[in-house]
């Protein structure tokens, strides 16, 4: 729990209820299914056609009476700038891995703004949408960014991993698949723009933020805020700026139902509603898988700890309903 | 004139006087200068280094007391991505124009986000900063859709240009260095991003937005938005922005110090004060070239033709100055 009580004593939480009064307001993380096609394909089409599949069910949230911010990763977008920067690298500078997020922020952001307004208008709620590029602090001394460990991009033969393992980059052997790029994946401190999301809610906007997890930055000594070469996960992100805008829920779309006890094996068994401590308890006995299912719940166990109402991991139909605490893995304060 | 006329008619503008009483509300335009080394490079570094170096003038017109929106060019930026899609085509899929310019809005949109909170610091003007994705809507029956016009991106030899073609790029020859692609650079029409940029100068943000003249995108006949494969002058997109959020001023900040007569020739005239008939009637005349001070000139007029208190176009380091009209070439109204 240690990297819980830092981010409480680190960052300004907006006071609860910062919202108009009695109005819900959630911020709802969406997976990669919305975002590319369902065999997992990325080109410009697949991503345009997945938010605008997605686009409804987030105009039902909205249709709720919510005040509604989203967030979003990343993963196959990244991968592909980052395979764009290798194979241009002779002719054209390569960029930052920040750079690529923000650049992800921007195409999905831009998606979100031309599919949502007429999901919205369908549903009678014609809301304005805006999408800001978003930055997350991380602490440099995290230990972390020291301990590269997220896999990231393309699987390449050992012999080219060995090229970019020279450029300074670390590459990890997955045997039959090939080599792939791991980087740091640090823990969000501080979502530094969260103060145009809060000001945008206010003006009854639809507010897109913190894409990809945030636009990963440090502050130096001398007071200078500047990107650094790491991925921060997107839920934990989005724990954390549902909290620093004064969120009442956060619910996390993914491409299952809900959170499963002993998931894949023949005794899976979906969990409903639950106490944090509960979730705690089996998050510790090792029920959910480091790469998937993990960053989320703990997200979940971090948002509802800080005083958040409600977290729910559900599947990206059901979110109107997950928001209301009626669909999904829902997880509340223990009593 | 008649494109001016199209976007007074298709527009809603909004209010002058939007902002607080007595308050300028300017738009600044900042030129490739403001994002590349002297020398025209743009690896990040230099990308960072311009920036900051940027960030002191702009904070200056901050602390003047202004509200103030930021817009910006992208040209080298733009053209590194497109390398990019190219060189990568077979590995991964190319994103469109659209998309390019999304991408440069982020990545330029963080490093203003990184460098102007300290330098409005140091002036003692600690307003929050936010910067925004943002589409501009062009007509789809523009002509200059159809008569792609704008060189982009990198020359190439005769064979590796006719590649591009077949695969449906229009390129022309530029003759001893080589082949390079031209787009469409459509008017900009609306900006359909506009609304979250009031609310946030409202709430005492100064604003990024519109970089790279906007994503953009038209609206077919059933209402959808979808990007397409242009650029708009990122001139004339400042000057709708600032009609359309009630802005006062437009200051084109770029790396000469004013605009001149005859420029380039030993009776060159730097042009101060001017009433824009006079320049209109001068840009009638030829005195600015298309490719560089022609959109700068158009901007300006079109921004104080329909009811703009002020345009001025000026070197960036007097951009303060400018904004009061007592630096570069100031354009008012006719009396």
């Known amino acids: 729990m240690t990297a819980t009580a830092r981010v409480t004593a680190d960052a300004a939480p907006a006071p609860r209820g910062h919202g108009r009064a009695g109005v819900t307001r959630a911020v709802i993380a969406l997976g990669g299914n919305a ?13 345009i056609a997945a938010i605008t599949r997605a686009a409804g069910p987030i105009a039902e949230v909205v249709a709720t009476g919510a005040e509604v911010v989203l967030t979003h990763g990343n993963g196959p977008q990244v991968g592909n700038l980052l395979v764009k920067n290798e194979l241009a690298a002779t002719v054209v500078p390569p960029v930052p891995l920040d750079w690529c997020v923000a650049q992800t922020q921007a195409t999905i952001g831009a998606m979100l703004l031309d599919a949502l307004p007429p999901a919205l208008a369908r549903r009678g709620v014609p ?3 805006a999408a800001l590029v978003t930055r997350t602090r991380v602490d440099p001394a995290d230990p972390k960014l020291r301990e590269p ?12 991993a060995r090229v970019m393992v020279e450029h300074g980059q670390v590459w990890r052997d997955y045997g039959a698949k090939g080599w792939r ?41 001398d007071g200078t805020v500047r990107g650094i070469e790491a991925v921060i996960d997107k ?7 549902a909290r620093m805008v004064g ?12 959170v499963s006890l002993r998931y894949g094996t023949p005794a899976a068994e979906p969990i409903g509603r639950v106490d944090v401590r509960t979730l705690r308890r089996w998050q510790a006995e090792g029920h959910f ?4 299912m993990g960053p989320k719940v703990e997200a979940a166990c971090r948002f509802v700890e800080s005083g958040g109402r409600r977290a729910a991991i559900a599947g990206l139909d059901t979110i109107a309903e997950a928001v209301a605490g009626r669909a999904g893995t829902v997880i509340e304060g223990s009593s």
């Open 289 to 292: 898988a480091d790469g998937s």
């Open 127 to 129: 809301r304005p949408v």
């Open 149 to 160: 460990a997220k896999p990231i991009g393309r699987y390449l033969p050992a012999e080219q």
């Open 35 to 47: 975002m590319t096609a369902p065999d997992g394909r990325a080109r410009p089409e697949d991503q």
């Open 247 to 258: 969120a009442d829920v956060l619910v996390i779309a993914t491409d299952v139902p809900a």
């Open 235 to 241: 839920d934990l992100t989005a724990a954390l700026l």
């Open 181 to 221: 790029r791991v980087v740091a994946s640090p823990e969000p401190v501080e979502i530094l723009d969260a103060a145009p999301v809060s000001a945008l809610l206010a003006n009854g906007f639809v507010v897109v933020a913190a894409g990809g997890g945030g636009i990963p930055v440090v502050r130096d000594a």
